[in-house]
């Protein structure tokens, strides 16, 4: 009974403070924090099996907390209000290249974050080629460059349309 | 050339006349054919709630700091008046699991004759891990209300005798110990889980 109780506990927890820690604390993981999920596994795990070593304990864990996600994802497929509650929504932060700097700022999303992600994922060199930056749910930015043509990249789409 | 991307845009930015300050509402995400499901009124209660989180982690990191979890200042507190020949020192607060002790200081006059017999509540006993006594008791005689240890002390010094134990029950946990033939002591203790 108490494993089950342990993992529950210890799963609503984490769900909590990671919704409280906003959906960008994570998004990029870099050594320090790969570093700083290393220790906090190894301060919940204590928590977690409370000194009982059986694979019982162990089984009964995993169960629990896989079983715990997967209500979880059966409920958010149902509800677009829990989905949105554990999810997050999407966030549009730059609009026909035009960094909108208050949800920027609340979002904890830099200019140089959107523009390292554009150069990354498009060769981008300034904001206004970025037509919408979009922070996901994961929390990763997205990029949707401005009409971009398939010959490359939008630096070369230097002809005029009409 | 490095610019080339602001010079050809040809459609018109509806925002413009509005300036920097007017705000961006999802129709107007969709009208420029961006299908997602953002939502800025409950975006904004997150981030409120998010900020609220922040606040609440900050005040639990300092409300640990000064013992409201259990070691800490606020976590110990002493017990015992004259009339009980003792003074209890316990952790007020304190965690399951977590080792924990109880010390009972003597003054000269409760150890006059070199033998001290202490009485410790059997219920309270029961709902921890005892791992040792210091000094260690001469004897220990189980009675069915409680467990009482007999010590040797030095006559007319005053001396502490100290419970090390781990607390295993969880919750309001009350227990008494008390000395031949005084009046007991009672505290409460509260172990987090």
Known sequence: MDSVLRAAAVYFFLLLIFRVAGKRTLAEVTTFDAVLLLIFSEAIQQALIDGDQS????????VTL????????????????MDKAL????????QHGR?????????????????????????????????YAIVERTGAISILPRRLDWAGTPERRSAPAS | MGVAGASVEERPREQEAGGEAQPVTEHDEHEHGLEIGQDIAFQRRMWRFQRAGWVA???????????????????????GTAGTGLTLDYARLTRHGAPDNLRVHLPASSTSQGKVE?????EYLEGLRLEGIVPEPESTEGRPDAMVYVFQVQPGAPTTLTFEFTPEALGLRAG??????????????????
């Open chain 1, 55 to 62: 694979m019982t304990n162990a089984f009964l864990i995993v």
């Open chain 1, 66 to 81: 896989l079983g715990l996600d997967i209500a979880i994802s059966l409920l958010t497929m149902r509800s677009s209000k």
């Open chain 1, 87 to 94: 999810n997050d929504v999407p966030l549009v932060i730059v």
């Open chain 1, 99 to 131: 960094p909108l700097e208050d949800r920027m700022r609340k979002a904890r999303v830099t200019p140089d974050d959107v523009l390292e992600r554009g150069r990354e994922l498009w060769g981008i060199r300034a904001m206004e080629q970025v037509e």
């Open chain 2, 57 to 79: 982690m900050v005040v639990v990191a300092l409300l640990a700091l000064i013992g409201l979890f259990g070691s800490g200042p606020l976590s110990r507190a002493r017990e």
């Open chain 2, 118 to 122: 202490l009485a410790v509540d059997r």
């Open chain 2, 176 to 193: 008494s110990v008390r000395l031949k033939g005084r009046e007991p002591v009672s505290f409460t203790q509260l172990v987090y889980p």
